[in-house]
């Protein structure tokens, strides 16, 4: 009989240990999936302004081009008002007191 209660005493120890090496074990992965997750999170976040830093340095550059090209549409309109301005404000008024 005592040996019956020894095994069973003995048998309740290895279900305790299994039980907190379960817990234990249930803890650790909590805890690395979480640091995990910490890290994808982190790297993502890295790697979104990395790309953000690229996208506006892209689109300062394709600013820089429009302004050029702006600039120089103004240019030739200014230039082709002061070779033919005359000529159009000619046209405009003859236009105008025609009708």
Do not use: C, P
Request: charged share 45%; aromatic share 6%; hydrophobic share 30%.
């Amino acid at each position: 009989m005592k040996r019956i209660i020894d095994t069973d005493k003995k048998a309740q120890k290895i279900i305790e240990t299994a039980q907190k090496e379960l817990i234990e074990s249930e803890n650790t992965i909590i805890e690395n999936a979480s640091k995990q997750r910490d890290e994808i999170l982190s790297r993502a976040r890295s790697r979104n302004i990395k790309n953000k830093e690229l996208e506006n340095d892209f689109l300062e550059q394709e600013w820089i081009k429009k302004k050029a090209d702006y600039e120089r549409q103004i240019k030739r309109m200014y230039e082709l008002a002061e070779k033919r301005g005359d000529e159009w404000v000619g046209t405009i008024v003859s236009r105008v007191l025609e009708h």
